[in-house]
């Protein structure tokens, strides 16, 4: 296995985050690192959905829900060759206004080398630049509405 966890404290509503974050068919429209996606169902442990990153390959990528934790975490598995990759995303309140992100990624199985080699680094750079896009979009979606709700 091989894993790495970013984490930063953004200026945002823990309610906007989760909204933002929770609306899948959104990602494509704020995470830089997300040209399409689709989910189907709601957003609860069981439902899937597809994303084509401009990092690997440009292909579509699929994923599942595994765990959903109401504005606090959850955790997506992809299948990969011969294992998985689980992306477990966690949200707390840092203050007002204020929330700590994190990302832990885990690859598992024989690709874990490969993965590592050719696209580890630039994933682990590419979350911190997701970090600053959820900002932003947590903080439109509450300038736009008033609140995050």
């Known amino acids: 296995m091989y894993a790495f966890e970013e984490s930063d404290t ?22 830089p690192h997300v040209l399409q996606c689709g989910f189907d169902g709601p957003f609860e ?8 990153s401009r990092l690997v390959s440009r292909q579509r ?5 595994v765990k959903v934790e109401d504005k606090r975490s959850y955790t997506t598995e992809s299948p990969m060759p011969g294992g998985k990759m689980l992306i477990i995303n966690n949200y707390r309140e840092a203050g007002p206004s204020r929330v700590e ?4 990624v885990e690859v598992h199985g024989p690709f874990t080398p490969v993965f590592r080699l050719f696209w580890a680094k630039a994933f682990q ?11 932003q979009e947590a903080r439109r979606r509450t300038a736009e509405t008033g609140s995050a709700r």
């Open 10 to 31: 953004i200026d945002a509503e823990l309610d906007a985050v989760w909204q933002t974050v929770s609306d899948v068919p959104s990602w494509a429209t704020w995470d």
């Open 45 to 52: 442990p069981g439902s899937g959905g597809w994303t084509i």
């Open 61 to 65: 990528g699929y994923f599942k829900l």
């Open 101 to 104: 992100v994190s990302r832990r």
């Open 125 to 135: 750079g590419d979350t911190r630049s997701t970090f600053k896009a959820l900002e």
